[in-house]
Nanobody, 121 residues
C-alpha cells in the first residue's frame, strides 16, 4: 500500500506565505507525478498545480506567479510554496500522487488527508 501525508497548512494573514509538504511512503516503485488540489467552502475540488515526468508542470491560473510546485524524487516528497496569499486561497489542500507500486503493472492515484489553509484579511 501507499500512503500520502500532507502537512504545512495553517492560519496566515493576506500577503503571507506557506509551504505545504507531501510525503509518499510504502511499496513505491516509481512516482510519475505529484500535485496539489484544493477545496474551498462550498466549492468543488480544483487543481492547484501538478508536476509530472512526462507532462511537465502545470498551474491553475490563480496560482501562476504566486505558487511554485517542486518535487524531491529521492524523498518521494512534493512541496507547494505559496506566496502572496489571498483570503480566496482559503481551502483544504490535498496532495495527489500517480504511483507505480512495486509489482504493479499500472499506475494508481493516491490522495493525502488534506491540510487546512486559512488566509485572513
Amino acid at each position: 500500500q501507499v500512503q500520502l501525508v500532507d502537512s504545512g497548512g495553517g492560519l496566515v494573514q493576506a500577503g503571507g506565505s506557506l509551504r505545504l509538504s507531501c510525503e509518499a511512503s510504502g511499496a513505491i516503485f516509481r512516482i510519475d507525478g505529484m500535485g496539489w488540489y484544493r477545496q474551498g467552502p462550498g466549492k468543488q475540488r480544483e487543481l492547484v498545480a501538478t508536476t509530472h515526468r512526462s507532462a511537465g508542470t502545470k498551474y491553475a491560473d490563480f496560482g501562476k506567479g504566486r505558487f511554485t510546485i517542486s518535487m524531491d524524487n529521492a524523498k518521494n516528497t512534493a512541496y507547494l510554496q505559496m506566496n502572496s496569499l489571498k483570503p480566496e486561497d482559503t481551502a483544504v489542500y490535498y496532495c495527489n500522487a500517480e504511483v507505480f507500486r512495486i509489482g504493479s503493472v499500472a499506475s494508481e492515484d493516491y490522495w493525502g488527508q488534506g491540510t487546512q489553509v486559512t488566509v485572513s484579511s
